[in-house]
């Protein structure tokens, strides 16, 4: 059975950084897409970021919502079966929960729907 536990999240103040990583277990790591989504009070959880697998046929891509872009980087190890999201100028607006996800099929993807698999999520706080 996949599992996902994400660590790394934190308080920082506005134009700070955090690393997020998620770690897998469970699952054949490289022909997953994986995603990070964040769920902020009374809102609907929201895409932040995606990538695919360098195993896949068309080679390493990433995905990004446009209010992150430019500041945040999803990378992953293979090797160590995790996924990481880089997150710099980090704004109070960026306050929320964060989600890593995953998706067999090599290819990530924007929609919450198209994945399987879900860590427990960690708390990032930016305050101004």
């Known amino acids: 059975q996949a599992q996902l536990v994400e660590s790394g999240g934190g308080s920082v103040q506005t134009g700070g950084s955090l690393r997020l990583s998620c770690a897998a277990s469970?699952?054949?790591?490289?022909?997953?897409?994986l995603g990070w989504f964040r769920q902020a009070p009374g809102k609907e959880r929201e895409f932040v970021a995606a990538?695919?697998?360098?195993?896949?046929?068309?080679?390493?891509?990433?995905y990004y919502a446009d209010s992150v872009k430019g500041r945040f980087t999803i990378s992953r190890d293979n090797a160590k079966s995790t996924v990481y999201l880089q997150m710099n100028s980090l704004k109070p607006e960026d306050t929320a929960v964060y989600y890593c996800?995953?998706?067999?099929?090599?290819?990530?993807?924007?929609?919450?729907?198209?994945?399987?698999?879900w860590g427990q999520g960690t708390q990032v706080t930016v305050s101004s």
């Open positions: 996800a995953a998706r067999l099929g090599y290819r990530g993807a924007t929609s919450e729907y198209e994945y399987t698999d």
């Open positions: 469970g699952l054949i790591f490289s022909i997953y897409g």
């Open positions: 990538d695919s697998s360098s195993d896949s046929p068309s080679g390493y891509s990433t």
